[in-house]
């Protein structure tokens, strides 16, 4: 959430950064709600010290004048309040709907096309036959099955089995300590959040019709960034408690899978999915290099693995409605023959900290601040675990485990057809 002071000082900055992101930002509406809330706030202030001055005026009981003039100040701040605390609803209502600023160091641009590739590590693996997709691999593997998943839960699910259902969690148990080791402690959180915490990430309002939710009131997470970053929403950390790093791998929910008839096969765009998600606080002043190293957090697991990848700075039209800046981390897919992303490593700045209420004072003596947050996945396992079959398979068929899983499968080097 951007600060209502912000906007009244400089609305012409805000309305030219959402235009750079291309997003809608009522911020003519906000500022005439704000106007009229401002004028009736000191309204009512002004009645209620009429009427603290009229009662002050009256000696023993009141006269049938008296009463009646206290009876309509009372009435006057009465309803004042209802009509204040109605507009600052609204006025909070569009402050969620304002998108977040893209910093400065963001360059400009209308979506993917314009994102600048930052680096790249490796080389695409080279093959002597004709590689191929994933889901072609594991069928003939005979690892996934996509026929009965979608039998049992419909289209944009799957089905892993056998060895290739070990081999995702060796996947995502060796994303976990590759985390630890990189000095961020595990959260198993819940799957189910409440409303608030949907909103403190900003997740809602604006994606509301992306999540899923039960008649109760709880939404499925559609990341672990929910849980994870809201852990500490209303709470006041101490200076020395920063930076706080957590990772969590949990699965995922989310309606919108893709564009229609976008990566319509294979285990790519799905309703339900695994992720292993880093989350950051920290303070103002070290966010920005806090991006880069998470962003390397990232990066490490598919150096690891030995997976060509990029990173990509994020243009301001593909920058999303929370970020303030993002990396995307894309791999290569030798059998799609596709870059696939497995990580957006993104600061907000202080923007779902406002929405949180998640802060830290300084020092003893100074004013609690908001933090800054950040997340990124280490890595999306789907898309990994693609990207792994495809690099790593054999003329015959078969594909090579990457060394650092081996340990997780008890020793396995290949996955064979069964």
Known sequence: MLPLQRIRDDPESIRDGARRKGEDAPIDALLALDTEARALRTAVEQARAEQRAASATVRGAPSEEQRAALSVLKLRVQEGEVMLGELDERV???????????????PDGSGPDDNVVARTWGEPQSFDFDALPHYELGERLGIFDFERASKISGS??????GDGARLQRALTSFMLDVARDQGYSEIAPPYLVRREAMTGTAQL????????????GL?????????????????????????????AFTPCWRREAGAAGKDTRGYIRLHQFEKVEMVRFTTPERSLDELELITSH???????????????????????????????VEVWAPGLRQW????????FADF????????YRPSAQEKPRFVHTLNGSALGVPRTYDAVLEAN?????????????????GGMERLVAS
């Open 298 to 328: 990232a990066e490490h697991v598919l150096q690891l693995l030995g997976l060509h990848y990029r990173v990509l700075l994020m243009c301001t039209g593909d920058l999303g409605f929370a970020q303030w800046k993002k990396y995307d």
């Open 219 to 247: 939404f499925l997470i559609p990341t672990a960034e929910v849980p994870v970053t809201n852990l500490y929403a209303g709470e006041i950390l101490e200076a020395a408690q920063l930076p706080i790093a957590h990772v």
């Open 92 to 106: 909070q209502t569009l402050l969620l709907e304002m998108p977040n600023m893209p910093h400065e160091s963001v």
């Open 340 to 347: 696939l992303e497995v990580s957006s490593c993104s600061v």
């Open 205 to 216: 309002p604006k994606f509301e019709d992306e999540a899923y939710h039960t008649d109760d």
């Open 156 to 161: 944009r699910f799957a089905i892993l089995r």
């Open 352 to 359: 779902q900290a406002r929405r949180a209420n998640i802060r």
């Open 393 to 409: 398979q054999q003329r015959d068929g078969s594909v090579v485990i990457p060394s650092p899983l081996r340990p997780y499968l």
